[in-house]
């Protein structure tokens, strides 16, 4: 059996590094991990997995619970180091950056949406989208009038009320505008619907891969849920620490 789990997905059919979706070109970026490896305790999380996103494509991946998936997630935004094994974002390895650089990369490359959101309920949607670009050290005004464009855009109120009077689909919807602040390179989702009711979870799952496409960002969602993953361009099962490519709707 081959060493590695190898999977590449959404490699630029032309030639380079280079997507363009509309009017959109980024070069070097996208995500690409090569033979990660992790261990916990005894366990045996990540055994070799190699998986590639390019700009404007997206992959999901799909497991059982504790399958090594958030793992995954987790070495990606570089807040555990894997024992073995490279995580490259926009180009750049992560292996050997400060926590000062690392969070810079999160802050300025990476957008991220958790399951429940993960935003603050008693600041307004607005300030919640705005905050990685505060965080940055970005200029308020602008950041609240690119967070109020991004919130108009997802159709999700923004009169002033605190975030926690949202419904679960407008705070999601909010999740996703906040991660898009920064115009990232690559988009990573955790389970991004699996707090919402069917109706919801259509629009956010619509939603973001529409946001792969028409932004160019390389997306990776985590999901147990399969309609969510047949989206993707490519869906692949991680299990006993490997990947292997399921093909869609698997």
């Known amino acids: 059996m081959n060493e590695r789990s190898t999977v590449a997905a959404g490699a630029p059919t032309s ?7 509309g009017d959109t070109a980024r070069t070097g970026a996208g995500l690409r991990v090569e033979g990660l490896r992790h261990r916990l305790g005894d ?13 404007g494509r997206s992959v999901a991946i799909t497991g059982p619970s504790g399958s090594g998936k ?5 070495c990606v935004l570089g807040l555990i180091a894997p024992d073995e094994g490279t995580v490259t974002v926009n180009g750049r390895k992560l292996t050997g950056l400060s926590a000062r650089e690392l969070a810079r990369l999160r802050r300025q490359h990476l957008g991220v949406v958790f399951q429940f959101g993960e935003l603050l309920p008693e600041l307004t949607p607005v300030e919640n989208v705005a905050l990685p670009v505060l965080l940055d050290g970005g200029d308020h005004r602008a950041a609240y009038r690119r967070a109020a464009e991004l919130l108009a855009e997802l159709g999700v109120a923004h009169d002033g009320s605190p975030t926690g009077m949202l419904s679960g689909g407008e705070r ?7 991660a898009l602040i920064t115009d990232p390179d690559v988009l ?32 990776l969602v985590v999901t147990h849920d399969l309609s969510v993953a047949a989206r993707a361009d490519r869906t692949l099962r991680l299990e006993s620490g490997r990947l292997r490519e399921t093909g869609v709707g698997a």
């Open 15 to 21: 030639t380079g590094d280079t997507a363009r979706t």
């Open 43 to 55: 366990r045996v999380l990540l055994d070799g997995v190699d998986l590639e996103v390019g700009p």
């Open 70 to 74: 958030s793992t995954l997630l987790t």
């Open 172 to 178: 999601q919807r909010a999740a996703v505008a906040r």
């Open 188 to 219: 990573l989702a955790d389970e991004p619907t699996g707090a919402l009711d069917p109706q919801a979870r259509e629009t956010v799952a619509d939603l973001l891969f529409e946001v792969s496409r028409d932004r160019g960002c390389a997306l």
